[in-house]
């Protein structure tokens, strides 16, 4: 850990954390996005992610989602923890694409789920939210046999305007930009940049070296490594 970025950490008053899959795969969630992730092993996964295929195909949906989307043993790993407890001091905000619910375990409080949460679960017929144990177990809400579904940002679906908002608020109040485990390659998330306060610092930490067109810090290295260092 570099003195001088631990020292940006130190006198931040407003961190914003923007992360990706490379958060959880050291949870092991793996990275769909990846060369062996879901994406890429099946081309079709964006459609079978999509509401248009949740709407004509709900039962195929649902073993979808049950079989590749949920890993019930991961747990929060040092990345989730150290920036949940930066959270806690009113001191950052957390700004994730990931919908694994790890910053919920690890108890992070300023939270924006950009793309939602699998384990936000509600009834499409009455809107009543549901334990996730129960969805796993039919894809039928027990009460009136409406449709369950996870509340994620399926493909051709738009990203709820409050977290919009939220996030847009949040990345223009920061004075250190932190961005961990993602490209920024996806859209809208990775135009959140553009609302940054610009006289906020921007470091990267990510394992592939990632270039923008605004100066910043570059970490190349293991996240986990990293926030192991780094004193909160």
């Known amino acids: 850990m570099e003195s001088k970025i631990q020292a940006a950490f130190d006198d931040a008053k407003h961190i914003v954390f923007l992360t ?8 092991g969630i793996p990275d769909f996005r990846s060369a062996s ?5 099946n081309r079709n996964a964006e459609y079978y992610l999509s509401h248009r295929y949740f709407a004509s195909d709900p ?3 649902y073993e979808f ?8 043993d991961a747990k929060p790993n040092v990345i989730h923890e150290k920036q949940a407890a930066l959270t ?5 905000t957390v700004i994730t694409q990931n919908i694994d619910n790890l910053y919920e375990e690890a108890g992070t409080k300023h939270l924006i789920d950009f793309h939602g949460n699998l ?12 334990p996730v144990a129960d969805y796993l ?11 369950l579904r996870p509340d994620i940002v399926l493909y051709d679906e738009g990203i709820k305007q409050q977290n919009i908002i939220d996030a847009v608020k949040a990345m223009q109040a920061a004075d250190l930009v932190v961005i961990v485990g993602t ?50």
Not at 65 to 72: A, E, G, M, Q
Not at 119 to 130: P, Q, R, W
Not at 137 to 147: E, V, Y
Not at 209 to 225: C, I, N
């Open 119 to 130: 384990y936000h679960v509600y009834c499409e017929k009455c809107g009543a939210t549901v």
């Open 59 to 61: 039962d195929g949906f």
């Open 183 to 232: 490209s920024m390659k996806v859209y809208p998330f990775a135009g959140l940049l553009e609302y940054r306060n610009p006289n906020a610092k921007v470091v990267a930490v990510n394992r592939q070296e990632l270039h923008f067109s605004f100066d910043f810090e570059m970490v190349q290295e293991d996240a986990t490594k990293f926030f192991a260092a780094l004193r909160v």
């Open 137 to 147: 177990q039919s894809r039928l809400h027990a009460t009136d046999g409406g449709p």
């Open 37 to 41: 992730g879901l994406y890429t092993q």
């Open 20 to 27: 990706g899959a490379g958060v959880s795969t050291a949870s």
């Open 88 to 92: 806690q001091q009113d001191r950052a």
């Open 65 to 72: 989602c049950k079989k590749n989307l949920y890993f019930p």
